[in-house]
T-cell receptor, first 113, second 116 residues
C-alpha cells in the first residue's frame, strides 16, 4: 500500500536554528514528490517538485532533497515567517482520470523569535 | 506562477440548504481539477477528481449525490454540497493541474463551510 509518513509531527525552532523535516514514502513507480507550505486557514502553497533520487531544489531558506525512500526539507536559519505546516505529497504511476497523489499529515513548524 | 481562486472563502448556512463553491484557475487552463476536504490538524483528503467535459471520479466513501461536481470549462469547477448537515462542516480546498502530463497541482485558498 502506498504511504507517506512525515516527521516530526511538530517542530519548534529558535530563529536562526537550522533543521530538517523528513518525508518517508513507499510508492511503486514514483513520478514526483511535492512539498507544499500551508498556513492556518489557507490552501497549500506549492514549494518544490522532485522527480528523481539525487535531485535537489532550493528556494530562499529552503532546500529539498530526494532519495529512493525519503525526502528532506532543510530549513537554514529560519525566521518566524517560516512558521507553517509543511506538507509532503507523492505521485505514483499514472492512472486515467485519477489523482494518485498521496499526502502526508504534515509537520507543523513554529519558529520562535 | 499558477493562481487558483475559490469563492466564497467562508460560508455559514442552515442545515438542509445547498452550498455551491467555485474553483477557478486564473492564469492557466486546467484539464483536471481536484476537490479535497481537510479537518482540523489533519491532512488533505481527496474527495473527487474533475475532468473538463466529463463526469467526476469520486473517491471511495464520498457520496456523489451529496457532493455534486461540475467542470464546465477549462478554468472553472464547482462543488455543490447538497442538503448540508453539520457534519459537512469542514475546509474544502480545490486544486488544478495544467494538463495531463504536468504533474504539479496548484491549490486554491480554501473555503470554510459551517453548517448550523
Amino acid at each position: 500500500e502506498d504511504q507517506v509518513t512525515q516527521s516530526p509531527e511538530a517542530l519548534r525552532l529558535q530563529e536562526g536554528e537550522s533543521s530538517s523535516l523528513n518525508c518517508s514514502y513507499t510508492v511503486s513507480g514514483l513520478r514526483g514528490l511535492f512539498w507544499y507550505r500551508q498556513d492556518p486557514g489557507k490552501g497549500p502553497e506549492f514549494l518544490f517538485t522532485l522527480y528523481s533520487a539525487g535531485e535537489e531544489k532550493e528556494k530562499e531558506r529552503l532546500k529539498a532533497t530526494l532519495t529512493k525512500k525519503e525526502s528532506f526539507l532543510h530549513i537554514t536559519a529560519p525566521k518566524p515567517e517560516d512558521s507553517a505546516t509543511y506538507l509532503c505529497a507523492v505521485q505514483g504511476p499514472p492512472l486515467t482520470g485519477a489523482n494518485n497523489l498521496f499526502f502526508g499529515t504534515g509537520t507543523r513548524l513554529t519558529v520562535i523569535p | 506562477g499558477a493562481v487558483v481562486s475559490q469563492h466564497p472563502s467562508r460560508v455559514i448556512c442552515k442545515s438542509g440548504t445547498s452550498v455551491k463553491i467555485e474553483c477557478r484557475s486564473l492564469d492557466f487552463q486546467a484539464t483536471t481539477m481536484f476537490w479535497y476536504r481537510q479537518f482540523p490538524k489533519q491532512s488533505l483528503m481527496l474527495m473527487a477528481t474533475s475532468n473538463e467535459g466529463s463526469k467526476a471520479t469520486y473517491e471511495q466513501g464520498v457520496e456523489k449525490d451529496k457532493f455534486l461536481i461540475n467542470h464546465a470549462s477549462l478554468t472553472l469547477s464547482t462543488l455543490t454540497v447538497t442538503s448540508a448537515h453539520p457534519e459537512d462542516s469542514s475546509f474544502y480546498i480545490c486544486s488544478a493541474r495544467r494538463g495531463r502530463s504536468q504533474e504539479t497541482q496548484y491549490f486554491g485558498p480554501g473555503t470554510r463551510l459551517l453548517v448550523l
